[in-house]
């Protein structure tokens, strides 16, 4: 590139005699490619940047909050803690029940006499 500049510059203005771009052109062809460049690491260190406020703002957020949020889980887990241990409870009476249910309907299905209609104990009169 450099050599092309060089011998544009031994060139007239502008277009040079073999058809090559002039001196002007090669080194505003440069300039912009040295600003395209620059701007490029420009708006990626600006991008790092924002990153880092983001994540730093992010941080200090959490460290902020963070004895708060503690202090509020171990509220919902003392208030809560006897409601679990009742649901625990009542799941298993629950079972239990269930299970009574099924092995009534076991025995009723194996055959068992059926009731009888009349009294068991007969009254004369």
Request: glycine fraction near 8%; charged fraction near 35%.
């Amino acid at each position: 590139m450099l050599i092309g500049l060089l011998k544009a510059a031994n060139h007239a203005p502008g277009q040079g005699s073999d058809g090559k771009a002039g001196p002007a052109k090669v080194l505003r062809d440069l300039d912009e490619q040295g600003t395209d460049r620059s701007r490029r690491n420009q708006d990626k260190m600006a991008a790092e940047k924002r990153q880092q406020a983001v994540t730093e703002c992010t941080r200090r957020t959490r460290d902020t909050w963070k004895p708060f949020v503690e202090d509020v889980r171990e509220a919902i887990v003392a208030e809560t803690r006897d409601q679990v241990d009742l649901d625990a409870s009542l799941r298993r009476l629950v079972e239990q029940l269930q299970q009574a249910v099924a092995e009534g309907g076991a025995l009723l299905r194996a055959g068992t006499e059926p009731l009888r209609s009349e009294p068991l104990l007969r009254t004369e009169g």
